[in-house]
């Protein structure tokens, strides 16, 4: 009974409560629009705007700063990881070949990976059963089976055909003829190897940024009679990109890394190469950072390139781009600076 | 000077080869006034006996509808009636299960062989198309291109028209819808009115003899939709036959020489909008505009399909 009582009285204090509060700005602004005869108003065009402080982040900054140097002091600092091996190595010819191989492998089994990917993924999208059933047999193969396997099977491709012949087929004569192992070369195993195990790979990503495009941009591009190839290059495609180059991007970085692979056909890249000397000199762990150390500078190269080529994409599809790193460095520069120094400068 | 005409179709004349019905068109050119006799750009549409199934959802019954040069036709009708899919069947974006669309005596997207309708190759259903151009609800404008890309890109592949040439001319056509000034913005930073805007000059871009118009105005804000009625009333006198779907009922009285409601994939009446707007003769128009006045039929973006036509898939906006 008691309960019920005073249960009644709040909700009928509570709008009481409330209704003043509500009333409150329509006062405020009655007070407003008295006040210009009283006194004229304020000016107000020299405020600053002050932006937000973090002060959360500046902690953060200071720790993380502090764990980067500790780990960076224990690398410098060790001797096992013997430096002026490294610095010794770094430049050193063979390494340098070594390197250029792991980047020709990358770039062409990337060709090859990307340019059949992007074929494949057409190809599966396409209407016909016949088509889009090829490329997906295509893919399931090859990434069914494992890379190692896979350049196993193709440097020894002599052991299972040991000729290649092409004939004239009425003639019978042959117009091209070699034995396989002379033409599979430990660098085509490699760039076969690896190129038609990425196209696999490339094939779902690109079919997956295409299928993200709006079906409205088709439908558009269809109704006002533009070319099924126009369609493809210059509407989906160019759309599809944002979906794709992430995924992409980190394909590139794995094949990159992936090539050292290759060593098991005695193909001399970088890690092959590591390898042969550590083998000479013993000192496996110098000569492991030297190939770490130059994995990590192509992997960096590559992720500024993607920063840029992601940047170029997203034109259009966001209200306005960020500023590049170099631009707003640009901006806290100009900041920092006092205000009116244009002559001076 | 009608800027509409200023970029030439080469391949106009010669699509008379395939002519069905032999000879109509010139005898029901109407007459209206803007119309230049001299030089009639509309084109004529002819539908015929259209049938229209998604599998077993029966979603055209039967349509027969002339459009004559020129004029301004208005389609009214519940969601899910079918305006749509009658509009795309119209440039063959969506074939047809049975009948006959003809556009200036040329069969859309079919060649004709005695009772024989064979398909068309894709080249030349494009090729018919051009002169075919259609507004969507949606815009479907190209997110990666600019507004004067867009509206210069079908010209450019469709056409052929040098660069410069397509440009210089959608700079004009932005110019006639009010955009001018918008040419280098992407259609994320227009706002919806100005897309729409901008969809409509790229549908002018090919200078097509029949104007599509899918509910132009449904995905827009209330305030913004005045500006796209205003560019469609500009052509509506231009010359170019517009057939328009729309909610708009004072819209469709203010501008259509012939308004049509459709309902259960059948046209349930048509006639001139005094006639079917102010004194519809059959119940469903009636119980339709009173829906429509009171604002429950205002935005088909919740369908709600007749109870005898099954929702298998989600409306194509
Ligand atoms: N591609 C499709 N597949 C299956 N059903 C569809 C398809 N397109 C439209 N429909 C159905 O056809 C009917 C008519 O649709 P639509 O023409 O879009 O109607 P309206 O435009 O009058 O609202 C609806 O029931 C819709 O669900
Ligand atoms: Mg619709």
Redesign the interface.
Known sequence: MTSSVVSAETTRRTPGAIAPAGHAPATGAQEMSCRPEQAPPEDLSHLRVVPARHPGRAVLAVVVGLVVAAVLYSFVTNPRWEWGVVAEWFFAESIIRGLLETLKLTLLAGAVGFGLGLLLALMRLSPSTLISGVSWTFSWIFRSTPLLVQLLLWYNLGYLYEQVRLGNPFTGQAVFEARTSDLMTPLLAAVLGLGLHQAAYAAEMIRGGILSV?Q??L??????????R?RSL??VM??AMRAILPPAFNEIIGLVKGTSIVYVLAHAELFFTIQLIYGRTQEVLPMLLVATLWYVVITSALSVAQYYIERH?S?????TLPPTPLQSLRARLARLRPAPTGAAA | MNLLTLLRRPDRDARAQNRYPAGRSADAAPDRAGTDPASPRGGQVEIRGVHKSFGDLEVLRGIDLSISPGSVTAILGPSGSGKSTLLRTI?H?EPLTRGLISVDGEVIGYRRDGDLLHELH??QV?????A???V?Q?F???????ALANVA??PR???GVPRREAEARARELLDLVGLAEKAEV????LSGGQQQRVAIA??LA?DPKVLLFDEPTSALDPELVEEVLAVIRSLARAGTTLVIVTHEVPFARDIADTVVFMDHGRIVEQGPPAEVLDHPRHERTRAFLHRVRTGLEASPSVPDAPTDLPHHLPEDH
Do not use: C
Request: net charge positive.
């Open positions: 709006d409205g941009q439908e558009a591009a269809s109704a006002l009679g533009i070319p099924a126009d210059r509407i160019p759309q994409y034109k259009g599809a966001v209200r | 440039n974006l894709e080249r494009l090729r018919q198309r051009a075919i151009g259609m969507f949606s479907n404008l190209f997110a990666h291109m600019t890109e079908a592949r469709a056409l992407y259609p994320r930073q790229r549908a090919l």
